[in-house]
């Protein structure tokens, strides 16, 4: 099956990207975090057995995201686009062996602007809409527009947790970088730009790759 990746340092906006991609293009979008955090919330064993993982902002292991992913996928839908997988050079490896990978896209962040923006994000508990106090404020302060809920901060973006999260990133994940580099599909976007002009560039890319 084919498949897009999002890579990129935490509050990078894969998440936002790789949706809009997926959208564009019909293609299933994974977000690895997010299921993770489904099962958490259902208490799966999964769920169970990766709850303090996720809090202490760890990363989970290999196994079990490959255990995720092959529950998570849709064969009926035209190809994938992947946001928060893979994490560690064992799981690109992963990727590559079991799927087309077409393209992937590191969002290129400076670390200073990354930990503003994760610290800046606030989630409804109840229908899990995103929020941003600076550039995606819900119309009433701290109060989900969707359902009235009130918003809360993630406990993987509490500032202890961030700088763990970020350490992590640099350790393990820009190892990912090089290593798609040298399969020859890797597209650095700069990801300080605003959303809208990110998302051209992306879709002129997977569109030349789609139609070649």
Same mark, same amino acid.
């Given at each position: ?27 299933? &979008?994974? +977000? ?11 208490? *799966? $064993? =999964?769920? !169970?057995?990766?709850? /303090? ?80 106090? &600076?550039? +995606? ?11 009235? *809920? $009130? =918003?809360? !901060?993630?406990?993987? /973006? ?55």
């Amino acid at each position: 099956m084919q498949c897009f990746v999002f890579l990129g340092i935490q509050g990078s906006g894969k998440g936002t990207q790789a949706e809009l991609l997926s959208e564009s293009i019909n293609f299933q &979008h994974i +977000n690895i975090g997010d299921l993770l955090r489904e099962q958490v919330t259902k208490r *799966t $064993e =999964l769920g !169970i057995k990766v709850q /303090d993982i996720i809090e202490r902002g760890d990363l989970v292991p290999d196994e079990l995201v490959f255990e995720i992913v092959e529950k998570s996928l849709e064969p009926e839908r035209k190809g994938i686009v992947f946001d928060g997988f893979p994490r560690t050079l064992v799981q690109a490896k992963y990727l590559v062996e079991h799927f087309e990978v077409l393209q992937v896209f590191f969002l290129e962040l400076a670390e200073n602007e990354a930990i503003a923006r994760l610290s800046s994000r606030r989630i409804c508990p109840a229908c899990g809409t995103n929020y941003n106090i &600076h550039s +995606n404020k819900p119309q009433k302060d701290n109060i989900c527009d969707v359902c009235g *809920t $009130e =918003l809360i !901060i993630r406990k993987d /973006d509490q500032p202890e947790v961030i700088s763990r999260r970020v350490k992590e990133f640099y350790d393990q994940t820009l190892a990912l970088k090089e290593f798609f580099a040298k399969q020859g599909i890797l597209s650095v976007i700069d990801a300080s730009e605003k959303i809208d002009e990110i998302a051209a560039k992306i879709a002129a890319i997977a569109e030349r790759l789609l139609n070649r």
